[in-house]
Nanobody, 119 residues
């Protein structure tokens, strides 16, 4: 049992900024790796950024240098700061939390928040 709720999506002009938030409940938050995925119409869902339980981060090449993922374990929230936004960044952004075990994994997905980058 767990839930992730994203917020912060909306319409922004190219070059603008947006900050997405994902609040968790029902999780031992600090034990989870956290990721942001996105999916544009007609395209596969892709990993945008991830942060491990120890704070290590990874970014897709397309967003590296523009996006920053961070986590606040006290607030049980993961953020995605998006700067210098491009139309290609448009899509549904999903928050994901996962714990891996030897024979199984625990995984929770948010419902998604829409980001539209357009002039």
């Amino acid at each position: 049992q767990g839930q992730l709720v994203e917020s912060g999506g909306g319409l922004v002009q190219p070059g603008g900024s947006l900050r997405l938030s994902c609040a968790a409940s029902g999780l031992t938050f600090s034990n989870y790796a956290l990721s942001w995925y996105r999916q544009a119409p007609g395209k596969e869902r892709e990993l945008v950024a991830s942060i491990s339980s120890t704070g290590s981060t990874n970014y897709a090449d397309s967003v590296r240098g523009r996006f920053t993922i961070s986590r606040d374990n006290a607030k049980k929230t993961v953020y995605l700061q998006m700067n210098s936004l491009k139309p290609e960044d448009t899509g549904l952004y999903y928050c994901n939390a996962v714990r891996h075990f030897l024979l199984a994994k625990a995984e929770v997905w948010g419902q998604g928040t829409l980001v539209t980058v357009s002039s």
